[in-house]
């Protein structure tokens, strides 16, 4: 069973930064695209980043384009969602997942492991 735990939320002005860290149990985490989504109150969940297993691909939602930065370290089975200029619109729960197929990546990728989500809030 894949687990993925997320940290890093808070509370954080309009303006201000957080960065977002997700530890997966894969065996072959190298492997793997891995990807961040969100779902603000009232609202279904959105994408908001993807990155292949190499690193070499990434890929943003226009909303969150020139404002966060996906990273990843497969030396230590971690990816990063690193934000700046954060808005309010931002707030939400932020979710790290990954695909139950090694070596994919894409538009129509689907994610079927998700991890229990931060809370990530800014302020006016």
């Known amino acids: 069973q894949v687990q993925l735990v997320e940290s890093g939320g808070g509370l954080v002005q309009a303006g201000g930064s957080l960065r977002l860290s997700c530890v997966a149990s894969?065996?072959?985490?190298?492997?793997?695209?891995m990807g961040w989504f969100r779902q603000a109150p009232g609202k279904e969940r959105e994408f908001v980043a993807a990155i292949s297993w190499r690193g070499i691909r990434t890929n943003y939602a226009d909303s969150v384009k020139g404002r966060f930065t996906i990273s990843r370290s497969n030396a230590k089975n971690t990816v990063y969602l690193q934000m700046n200029s954060l808005k309010p619109e931002d707030t939400a729960v932020y979710y790290c997942a990954c695909p139950n197929r090694s070596g994919t990546y894409g538009a129509d990728l689907t994610f079927n492991y998700w991890g229990q989500g931060t809370q990530v809030t800014v302020s006016s």
């Open positions: 894969l065996r072959t985490f190298s492997d793997y695209t």
